[in-house]
């Protein structure tokens, strides 16, 4: 089965889990200072979507690919491009040494004079990765293995890319004490109870992904890097599922969710009650889980 492709939510992506102005610029920063990052570090992301994480980090001065398999994904983070002035450049696939020929891809490139820096971007599944073996010195992946069918291979692809001694960076958002508002749990519970699905989230491959980074005999280390404040209602949280927002949520049978929503509204009309629309404060923060490549790999 192919990887999950997110052409259905592309045009509603940035609103819905795009970052706070200046965030994005922050989380850049704090990523090139937390892998020491020169202007000849050369990095992969891998499900880039509309670029929320390599747009900016490559905008500071860098060389960054990026593959999806979402078109339209892709097309948004072009557009992002073209309207800051970066400038496309023709050239085929296989113009550079570590593109794998014999795995064809589409490829747009890009240049920005200032800073000086690169962006190239392929559409192709992140477990066929058409780069050559240690191609990249740090690997990115952002919110992306819970919608990769064989996301194991996805990480053997990611591993073979990146030079020895390179860095892999598992990267999620992740809202301070998020269990006070147990929305999610609360509609997979009852799917189940409605004899359905639901394939597990970002949270629950966390840590399928760590322990399996272990079995490899490798080290992976988890590191909050940047935290911002926010504002949100329980109404917010609530629509993040019935407006289908929530990846999770388009996995499952049409008939079945439709039936599922009016079950999930009762619900937090009794648990929240008068707060739906009060807002609240919260705390959320970028989490990398850092794991290197041996150097004698």
Request: glycine residues 6%.
């Amino acid at each position: 089965m192919p990887s999950f492709s997110f052409d259905s939510l592309a045009t509603i992506y940035d609103a819905t889990r795009g970052y706070p102005p200046g965030v994005d610029q922050q989380i850049a920063r704090d990523l090139l200072q937390f892998v020491q990052a020169t202007p000849q570090t050369r990095f992969l992301e891998v499900g880039i979507g509309t670029g929320r994480v390599s747009f900016p980090l490559a905008s500071q001065g860098h060389d960054v690919t990026g593959v999806d398999i979402s078109q339209k994904m892709v097309e948004l983070l072009i557009e992002k491009l073209r309207s800051s002035g970066w400038q496309e450049e023709q050239q085929p696939w296989g113009s550079l040494p570590d593109e794998d020929t014999s795995r064809l891809r589409q490829v747009m490139r890009f240049r920005q004079s200032e800073p000086p820096a690169l962006m190239r971007l392929v559409i192709s599944d992140m477990t066929e990765l058409p780069f050559h073996d240690s191609s990249f010195d740090i690997v990115l992946a952002v919110h992306v293995f819970h919608l990769v069918e064989n996301w194991q291979q996805a990480l053997r692809e990611v591993l073979r890319v990146l030079h020895p001694g390179g860095l892999f960076l598992h990267c999620w958002d992740e809202i301070l004490d998020s269990d006070k508002w147990p929305v999610g749990e609360t509609w997979v519970k009852i799917i189940h109870e409605m004899g359905g699905k639901v394939r597990p989230g970002n949270r629950q491959y966390r840590s399928l992904i760590t322990e399996w980074l272990r079995e490899q005999g490798l080290h992976p280390e988890i590191i909050p890097l940047t935290s911002w404040e926010i504002i949100h209602t329980p109404r917010q949280a609530v629509e993040h599922v019935t407006k289908r927002r929530w990846s999770s949520t388009r996995m499952v049978p049409d008939d079945l969710f439709e039936t599922s929503v009016p079950r999930l509204e009762a619900w937090a009309k009794d648990y929240f009650g008068d707060q739906m629309d009060v807002p609240q404060p919260g705390i959320q923060q970028f989490v990398v889980c850092k794991t290197e490549v041996p150097s004698h790999a």
